[in-house]
């Protein structure tokens, strides 16, 4: 019966059926119908404290919404420098027209999780291009961060994205992250597939990923933007925040199909 009269009492309240009975002469309610209004209100709520969950729900559900709508704006204004970029290592065709840009720390527990993900997406999908932007989030907290990040972008430009990838692919299969790996690891890595680590020039290669993840308005790793080379828009741009390989692996499949 309280669910019923609920309505029929605001109603009457803030709508009011006869205007000199629910409004003061100045056209507002009178200090005696705001504290009814206020006490209904506050009865409902106690009765059924759903509603303020409900609530909160739907304003973070919009808030998550407006800040992806941001995002993918920014996307489209940084496009060139996300898919063009020449310092930037990748994996795939030059020309494809499906791409994959991941920012990412090898020190990451959450970018290490995916990666094995990333690398079976490449070998399932050898027409789209995988850019990898090293991000190395942790580099004020653990050296190897910084030092792992500079040597992939310095072996990317001496040996190519073939290389690189074997680098990649090798630290991230080490299984360590949070503050595990070392200089040394690195060093044996880069050398098992060729390089001469005493030449290794680090120079802070990754700065520009840094102000690019700023303007995408990225606040973690991994972070992962599923987008076409040309005709872009906020519709066929996804981006997904953390580990979630599923819908990494539909965001390429759903591009790739209205692409075709």
């Excluded at 704006?73 to 494809?96: C, E, R, S």
């Excluded at 990412?104 to 959450?110: L, S, T």
């Excluded at 819908?247 to 790739?256: E, H, N, R, V």
Aim: hydrophobic residues 40%; aromatic residues 8%.
């Amino acid at each position: 019966m309280k669910k019923l009269l609920l309505p029929i009492i605001l109603g009457a309240l803030l709508t009011g059926c006869n205007e000199t009975a629910t409004v003061n002469s100045g056209g507002e309610f009178t200090a005696q119908q705001k504290a009814q209004i206020e006490q209904i209100a506050s009865q409902y709520i106690i009765s059924h404290p759903d509603v303020l969950v409900k609530a909160s729900q739907t304003l973070q559900q919009q808030q998550m919404q407006a800040q992806q709508s941001d995002a993918k704006q920014a996307v489209i204004t940084n496009a060139n420098q996300l898919l063009n970029d020449k310092t930037t290592p990748f994996i795939g065709p030059k020309d494809a027209k499906v791409n994959v840009i991941e920012f990412f720390d090898y020190q990451c527990v959450f970018c290490s999780k995916i990666a094995d993900t990333v690398k079976q997406l490449e070998a399932k999908n050898p027409d789209v291009k995988f850019i990898f932007k090293e991000t190395p989030i942790f580099a004020s907290r653990w050296e190897a961060s910084k030092y792992a990040a500079d040597m992939g972008n310095w072996i990317y430009q001496q040996k190519g994205g073939a290389v690189y990838a074997k680098y990649h692919n090798a630290v991230f299969a080490t299984g360590k992250d949070e503050g595990k790996l070392t200089k040394k690891d690195i060093n044996t890595i880069a050398t098992s597939i060729g390089i001469d680590v005493s030449k290794f020039d680090a120079n802070n290669t990754f700065m520009n990923n840094f102000e690019l993840f700023s303007k995408l308005g990225f606040q973690g790793t991994p972070a992962l933007i599923v987008m076409p080379s040309s005709n872009i828009t906020t519709d066929n741009v996804t981006i997904i925040n953390g580990y979630n390989p599923e819908a990494l692996t539909k965001a390429i499949s759903d591009l790739k199909a209205s692409t075709k």
